[in-house]
């Protein structure tokens, strides 16, 4: 019964392969989001979508590219993978329109490129 | 720009001891300010929202209050499974609404 479920949990991949995660919530959440916590812990917005539309779009590289197939499901596909992608990212979801509810985490996705 | 500031970084105390956790923040533009705790190799886990200043939430041995320009996560007589990093967030934005958080404080709790 897991209301933000990310896969895999662990990755480990070599440098210049490309990768992909996924993401799904079961709360009837509309919007969706990846975080990237780097190695300082510092958790930080990469991109959001609310309803399969792309409403956030952090300073992220090209490489990086989010699809919403529909509201329940985020995935995030990383091409060409650099050392400097190795860290925990984090999906979460929300009510738009209810932003003072917060938001739910999944239990994130430990990537490491060797 | 949106900023948290979280302080102390870290933050060791005996079983029992009360203290307190500060978060400061770019006050412009503010759309509610939030606590979470995340364990390790765990997700953050969302504790409090606070929307007005003079606000103040409880639950357990935790209490979060808000000024206009900080929060504070008081923790009375922590036990040890208290011990977690405590984040702090920053809601703004409206269809394009975000937290950004702090760096977060890691609390250990010693028995």
């Known amino acids: 019964d897991t209301a933000v479920s990310q896969t895999p949990k662990y990755l480990v991949t070599q440098m210049g392969n490309d990768k992909s995660i996924k993401c799904e919530q079961n709360?009837?959440?509309?919007?969706m989001y990846w975080y990237k916590q780097d190695s300082k812990k510092f958790l930080k917005i990469m991109f959001s979508?609310?309803?399969?539309?792309?409403?956030i779009n952090e300073t992220v590289p090209n490489r990086f590219s989010p699809k919403s197939p529909d509201k329940a499901h985020l995935n995030l596909h990383i091409n060409s993978l650099e050392l400097g992608d190795s860290a925990v990212y984090f999906c979460?979801?929300?009510?738009?329109?209810?932003?003072?509810?917060?938001?739910?985490f999944g239990s994130g996705t430990r990537l490491t490129v060797v | 720009e949106d900023q948290v500031t979280q302080s102390p970084e870290a933050l060791r105390l005996q079983e029992g001891e009360s203290s307190s956790l500060n978060c400061s923040y770019t006050?412009?533009?503010?759309?509610?300010l939030f606590w979470y705790r995340q364990d390790p190799g765990k997700g953050p886990e969302f504790l409090f929202t606070?929307?007005?200043a003079g606000e103040e939430k409880e639950k357990e041995r935790l209490k979060a209050t808000l000024t206009k320009k900080e929060s504070f996560l008081h923790i009375t007589a922590p036990k040890p499974e208290d011990s977690a990093t405590y984040l702090c967030?920053?809601?703004?934005?409206?269809?394009?609404?975000?937290?950004?958080f702090g760096k977060g404080t890691l609390l250990t709790v010693n028995p």
């Open positions: 979460a979801s929300s009510l738009l329109d209810r932003p003072l509810y917060g938001y739910t």
């Open positions: 709360l009837g959440h509309d919007t």
């Open positions: 979508y609310n309803n399969k539309e792309l409403i």
């Open positions: 006050v412009s533009g503010l759309r509610g």
């Open positions: 606070l929307y007005s």
């Open positions: 967030a920053r809601g703004s934005g409206g269809s394009n609404y975000k937290l950004t």
